[in-house]
């Protein structure tokens, strides 16, 4: 390590913001794509879901309120992917349409701060049909500052005011992925806790990944008399850790607060938020914490604190939903601030129905066990835990060589529920153009299966993919073949001997047609 003199920073103006910030932008789409930053457990069906029915009780809300014709608008914080943005509309669409009374419209407004991630969405096949339909748009939004959103689709500039209708807020995985201040508590007395960073050795030649990874970070105290004063905007959430807490070092999301309070603005009725990070809401859990640690995937990730959030607009007139019971994996939260709260009766049920009494954290740890069991399963559990999840494509993934191995003893109704499953899996499937071939696997178990003409779409859709072997062109050989259509039949047949001339299935199909 270098042993230059360090500078010492406050914790929410250190540098390895601006590394988080450049190793975003740098990497764009690709930092999902290759899994490096993980966005499974907050970005899959059962979550989306769970959002889908709280928007969906708002809305009902909303019409029982006498506001049926005016639009609400809906923003998610950093977007990444998209997928869960693609997953909430399509449920929620669902949803309206299944209901047939009349609800209020809505936009679905994604966001984030590289632009590289706008560029992706506006090209993934899966959004634009939400584009052309008026109910997805885009935006730049920068938390840190913004006060405004500008929609890159229909160029609607959205301003403090504008919005006649609550807004809607999303953030997964944000709020601890922003800056954030640190305190420490000692004694009743507050201490700013900041930081100097010690760098590797050629430094200059690592890119923000490898920088972030590889920094260590030491932390200088002093007494903080600022957050003390009358005129600290969050000096009554600092009052209750410096009363009630000793030993703790303590992460506080003032830049979060004040974003959403600016976001708040927007809308002359305040604002909802549905949120899902690992943070911690119950003010025990920060007592005698220890100085955070980066938790690095690419990007890097701290504890959310919830309690601040909730605290702060508790007193200032909302109502926060968390589970009675304690998380493991994922905190899933709602905040109203909203007049007339008593008027959200449906939302509050959505929650209570969707998330306390079993959410996504409760699956996500189930998911987990049933991973390493995936041997001992039978068909039957495997159908089970997919339905449950909302005929998710990972558990695919992960279970279609165990569902492969089964088949050969499984019965036509099971087998019909695995054909079933892989058409209403297909329909809210988000394409990431990773390494995962999901259009392969499907067609492989329709094949083994018999069943012709769904593995032929399959097998066609993997070859967008990738690159075709001899063993896929010669199983949709078989499928035209099966299905009557002569011509391809030979024509794949013709293209499999053209990889390997030797092969016995294609020399056999193509002496049929002599």
């Known amino acids: 390590m270098s042993q230059s003199e360090q500078t010492i920073y406050r914790f929410s103006e250190a540098p390895i913001w601006e590394l988080q910030r450049s190793y975003y932008e740098e990497q764009g789409i690709?930092?999902?794509?290759?899994?490096?930053?993980?966005?499974?457990?907050?970005?899959n069906p059962i979550i989306a879901a769970a959002y889908a029915e709280m928007i969906f009780g708002f809305l009902q809300d909303r019409a029982k309120l006498g506001y049926a014709s005016e639009l609400v608008t809906i923003v998610e914080l950093g977007a990444g992917s998209g997928q869960l943005a693609f997953l909430v509309l399509t449920e929620?669409?669902?949803?309206?349409?299944?209901?047939?009374?009349?609800?209020?419209?809505?936009?679905?407004?994604?966001?984030?701060?590289?632009?590289?991630?706008?560029?992706?969405?506006?090209?993934?096949?899966?959004?634009?049909?939400?584009?052309?339909?008026?109910?997805?748009?885009?935006?730049?939004?920068?938390?840190?500052?913004?006060?405004?959103?500008?929609?890159?689709?229909?160029?609607?500039?959205?301003?403090?005011?504008?919005?006649?209708?609550?807004?809607?807020?999303i953030a997964n995985y944000f709020f601890d992925s922003i800056p954030q201040e640190l305190i420490y508590m000692e004694d009743s007395k507050i201490y700013e806790c900041k930081v100097s960073l010690q760098h590797p050795d050629g430094a200059a030649d690592l890119s923000a990944s490898e920088m972030l990874e590889k920094v260590?970070?030491?932390?200088?105290?002093?007494?903080?008399?600022?957050?003390?004063?009358?005129?600290?905007?969050?000096?009554?959430?600092?009052?209750?850790?410096?009363?009630?807490?000793?030993?703790?070092?303590?992460?506080?999301?003032?830049?979060?607060?004040?974003?959403?309070?600016?976001?708040?603005?927007?809308?002359?009725?305040?604002?909802?938020?549905?949120?899902?990070?690992?943070?911690?809401?119950?003010?025990?859990?920060?007592?005698?914490?220890?100085?955070?640690?980066?938790i690095v995937h690419?990007?890097?990730?701290?504890?959310?604190?919830?309690?601040?959030?909730?605290?702060?607009?508790?007193?200032?007139?909302?109502?926060?939903?968390?589970?009675?019971?304690?998380?493991?994996?994922?905190?899933?939260?709602c905040i109203?601030?909203?007049?007339?709260?008593?008027s959200y009766g449906n939302t509050r049920l959505a929650y209570r129905r969707f998330v306390d009494?079993?959410?996504?954290?409760?699956?996500?740890?189930?998911?987990?066990?049933?991973?390493?069991?995936?041997?001992?399963?039978?068909?039957?559990?495997?159908?089970?835990?997919?339905?449950?999840?909302?005929?998710?494509?990972?558990?695919?993934?992960?279970?279609?060589?165990?569902?492969?191995?089964?088949?050969?003893?499984?019965?036509?109704?099971?087998?019909?529920?695995?054909?079933?499953?892989?058409?209403?899996?297909?329909?809210?499937?988000?394409?990431?153009?990773?390494?995962?071939?999901?259009?392969l696997d499907c067609g492989l178990l329709l094949y083994q299966m018999d069943l012709f003409k769904d593995a032929r779409v399959f097998l066609e859709r993997s070859l967008i993919h990738s690159e075709a072997d001899s063993e896929l062109l010669y199983h949709l050989a078989v499928c035209c073949y099966e299905v009557g259509h002569e011509g391809a039949a030979l024509d794949y047949a013709q293209r499999t001997l053209a990889m390997e001339p030797d092969h016995e299935g294609a020399l056999a199909l193509r002496a049929l047609f002599h």
């Open 30 to 43: 690709k930092a999902w794509q290759n899994e490096v930053v993980p966005q499974y457990i907050t970005s």
């Open 92 to 169: 929620l669409c669902e949803l309206t349409e299944y209901a047939g009374f009349t609800l209020p419209p809505f936009r679905y407004i994604m966001s984030d701060l590289a632009v590289k991630n706008i560029s992706f969405w506006q090209q993934h096949r899966s959004l634009i049909p939400f584009v052309e339909k008026g109910i997805l748009d885009f935006a730049k939004f920068d938390a840190v500052k913004d006060t405004e959103l500008k929609l890159t689709q229909s160029g609607v500039l959205i301003r403090p005011g504008d919005l006649q209708q609550p807004l809607m807020v």
């Open 216 to 294: 260590i970070l030491e932390y200088h105290y002093r007494r903080a008399a600022d957050y003390e004063r009358e005129t600290y905007p969050y000096r009554d959430v600092i009052e209750i850790y410096r009363q009630k807490l000793d030993d703790s070092h303590i992460l506080f999301p003032a830049i979060g607060m004040a974003c959403l309070e600016r976001l708040g603005q927007l809308s002359q009725q305040g604002f909802l938020l549905l949120t899902a990070d690992k943070g911690d809401h119950r003010l025990e859990n920060w007592e005698f914490a220890e100085p955070p640690k980066l």
């Open 298 to 333: 690419g990007s890097f990730s701290l504890t959310a604190n919830y309690h601040a959030i909730q605290t702060f607009f508790e007193r200032k007139g909302a109502q926060s939903l968390f589970t009675s019971h304690h998380y493991n994996n994922l905190n899933v939260g």
């Open 336 to 342: 109203l601030m909203l007049q007339d709260l008593n």
């Open 357 to 439: 009494r079993f959410g996504p954290d409760d699956f996500f740890s189930m998911k987990q066990w049933f991973d390493g069991q995936l041997e001992q399963l039978e068909i039957r559990q495997i159908l089970a835990l997919w339905r449950l999840g909302g005929h998710d494509a990972q558990w695919l993934l992960q279970s279609a060589k165990r569902i492969s191995s089964l088949l050969p003893t499984s019965n036509e109704a099971e087998m019909e529920d695995v054909r079933r499953g892989i058409h209403l899996m297909w329909k809210s499937y988000y394409p990431m153009e990773g390494k995962h071939n999901l259009a």
